[in-house]
């Protein structure tokens, strides 16, 4: 599958959002598509899970792919937690 392949880190809290969002955007910009790798996510605050629904947004609506790859247990889990997972699992995923 092409994208842009972007990782998360262990953790995503307030102070990552800033890069994070510079790197969905770089990747929006570039028309490729995006690739987030989430095997590592340990923790993810409910900003980060608003960012990843914002991002999965601007690339469908200008019709580029959003994938996750390998979405770690504790992503699926914030996710649902929120009332989100339907959403969650109708995203493309390898």
Do not use: N, Y
Request: proline letters at 5%; hydrophobic letters at 50%.
């Amino acid at each position: 599958m092409a994208g842009i392949p972007i990782k998360l880190t262990p953790q995503i809290d307030m102070a990552d959002l800033q890069l994070l969002k510079e790197e969905l955007v770089a990747a929006l910009t570039a028309r490729s598509g995006v690739i987030v790798e989430a095997d590592a996510l340990e923790r993810a605050s409910t900003p980060a899970i608003q960012l990843l629904l914002a991002a999965a947004r601007a690339f469908t609506t200008d019709e580029q792919s959003f994938t996750l790859k390998a979405p770690s247990p504790v992503l699926t889990a914030a996710f649902d937690d929120l009332g989100l997972g339907e959403l969650f699992r109708s995203w493309s995923v390898e």
